[in-house]
Nanobody, 115 residues
Framework: QVQLVESGGGLVQAGGSLRLSCVAS????????NGWYRQAPGKQRELVAI???????NYAESLKGRFTISRDNAKNTLYLQMSSLKPEDTAVYYC?????????WGQGTQVTVSS
């Protein structure tokens, strides 16, 4: 059984930083495409960043330069470093692990940025 467990969310003031973590069990991040997504209240889930199996990284255009996705293969953990946070970054953040025929999601971690 594959489980993804996010942590690191919380309340932070605008301009602050947070690092989200996502630990996988039952599957290996390095063997699939890894992603972070977010969903704000009343909005659809949107892509934040993707780290492909080949090491290619893509970010949502509006987040480039503020967010960094990375992975520690030894710990089988995916990270999202967020800096210069803005109130509009407030959302539930989800990690994702995608294989050809399987797609796994974590339960999400709440990030709230106060102005």
């Amino acid at each position: 059984q594959v489980q993804l467990v996010e942590s690191g969310g919380g309340l932070v003031q605008a301009g602050g930083s947070l690092r989200l973590s996502c630990v996988a069990s039952g599957a290996t991040f390095a063997n699939g495409d890894n992603g972070w997504y977010r969903q704000a209240p009343g909005k659809q889930r949107e892509l934040v960043a993707i780290l492909s199996t080949g090491g290619r990284v893509n970010y949502a255009e509006s987040l480039k330069g503020r967010f960094t996705i990375s992975r520690d293969n030894a710990k089988n953990t995916l990270y999202l470093q967020m800096s210069s946070l803005k109130p509009e970054d407030t959302a539930v953040y989800y990690c994702n692990l995608k294989f050809i025929v399987e797609n796994y999601w974590g339960q999400g971690t709440q990030v709230t940025v106060s102005s």
